[in-house]
């Protein structure tokens, strides 16, 4: 592999040590780097490891903290949920009162009773960023049933209901 000088003063490139001492002049006809058949390779003096680009801007989630949510009650400043630990499941329920800037605005329509949502905490950092605290509501968002899927569910359930509810001739 060759490798190449550059002179700032005489406008030369010097290319060692595997050929014969060629000094390529730039700009001149034949003697440039886009006209020659078999061009130099250039390298650094010093060999550095080459750093990804779209990895200097990735951050990092660390999750400290995870609950599942259920909202009880909510008006337009706050929200009253339980939460239930995913974490250490021997944890009892918490009930809390959220402030409702702690929902991103997205997600605020669709705060009702009995909405089920998941909240996270943890760090967040990167090459780039610090280590910074952050804390993430998202509310789940799941299709609406449609009229025959409940009556299907209905149908089904009173099957269910007939056969172990109400027959209780079974013999042992």
């Not at 078999?38 to 990895?55: F, G």
């Not at 949510?69 to 909510?74: A, E, H, K, N």
């Amino acid at each position: 592999m060759s490798t190449a000088n550059f002179s700032f003063k005489e406008n030369t490139i010097s290319v060692k040590p595997n050929s014969e001492g060629n000094t390529y002049r730039i700009g001149h006809e034949k003697t440039d780097f886009q006209s020659i058949d078999n061009p130099p390779v250039i390298q650094t003096r010093t060999p550095r490891k080459p750093t990804k680009v779209n990895t200097l801007n990735k951050q990092i989630e660390t999750i400290k903290q995870t609950w599942n949510g259920i909202v009880l009650d909510y008006n337009d400043q706050e929200i009253t949920v339980r939460l239930e630990d995913l974490i250490d499941r021997s944890n009892p329920d918490e009930i809390v009162v959220l402030s409702t800037e702690e929902i991103d605005k997205s997600d605020r329509p669709l705060i009702q009773k009995g909405s089920v949502f998941l909240w996270h905490i943890g760090y967040r950092q990167g090459p780039k960023y610090p280590r910074e605290r952050f804390s993430k509501i998202s509310f789940r968002r799941l299709p609406k049933w449609t009229k025959k899927e409940i009556q299907d569910a209905n149908k089904l359930a009173k099957e269910y209901s007939d056969f172990f509810g109400t027959n209780t001739s079974h013999s042992a």
